[in-house]
């Protein structure tokens, strides 16, 4: 006698999908250890993450910030949810920032991180802002921040998916 396995009468529910997401950020990181580790976490992340770079501004400090501003508002896809790095706010902790990524990617907008240039952002990007988020009361150069903002991303994915990359306890 043969058995066969009866065959579903519904297909599974599809997973929703995740919101895109994306970082845009002023200059080149070129050859170096920073992108090392931007490249290490960016072939780990999911979804993955599309770096956009755009070219330093040149001029005066504002002159600077307003057209690396320009630059940066053209750049984004339409209705994003853009979150720039700014020291302003005060920094989460790793869970917290998890929880944030999850619902972030959870909606249907694509979600656009920014890091600025050498002069910081321009008023007219932090005004688009719908989250803004720091990674502490340091300053950083701007390429180290972006090694930095990709290894936090990972290490949410990371906690939402309970992998133990991420050990929250303190030997």
Same mark, same amino acid.
Do not use: C
């Given at each position: 006698?043969i058995?066969t396995?009866?065959?579903p009468?519904?297909?599974p529910?599809?997973?929703?999908r $995740?919101?895109d997401w994306?970082? =845009?950020?002023?200059?080149r990181i &070129? /050859? *170096?250890?920073?992108?090392?580790?931007?490249a @290490?976490?960016?072939?780990r $992340?999911?979804?993955a993450?599309t =770096?956009?770079?755009i070219?330093? &501004? /040149? *001029?005066t400090?504002?002159e600077?910030?307003? @057209?690396?501003?320009d630059?940066?508002?053209a750049?984004?896809p339409?209705?994003?949810?853009?979150?720039?790095?700014?020291?302003g706010?005060p920094?989460?902790?790793?869970?917290r920032?998890?929880?944030?990524?999850?619902?972030?990617l959870?909606?249907p907008r694509p979600?656009?991180?920014?890091?600025?240039?050498?002069?910081?952002l321009?008023?007219?990007?932090?005004?688009?802002?719908?989250?803004?988020?720091?990674?502490?009361p340091?300053?950083w150069?701007?390429?180290?921040a972006?090694?930095?903002l990709c290894?936090q991303?990972?290490?949410?994915?990371?906690?939402?998916?309970?992998h133990?990359?991420?050990?929250?306890?303190r030997?």
């Open positions: 006698r058995w396995k009866p065959r009468t519904q297909a529910p599809e997973r929703p $995740l919101a994306r970082l =845009i950020a002023i200059g &070129g /050859r *170096g250890p920073e992108a090392d580790l931007v @290490r976490y960016i072939t $992340l999911r979804p993450l =770096i956009t770079e070219q330093d &501004g /040149r *001029g400090g504002p600077i910030k307003r @057209r690396e501003g630059a940066i508002l750049a984004l339409p209705q994003s949810f853009v979150v720039p790095l700014d020291l706010p920094a989460p902790d790793s869970s920032l998890a929880a944030l990524v999850q619902t972030w959870d909606q979600v656009v991180f920014v890091i600025g240039g050498a002069e910081g321009d008023a007219s990007v932090m005004n688009r802002a719908d989250h803004v988020l720091s990674l502490g340091l300053t150069p701007h390429m180290l972006r090694a930095m290894e991303l990972y290490r949410a994915r990371a906690i939402v998916a309970g133990p990359y991420h050990r929250s306890g030997p």
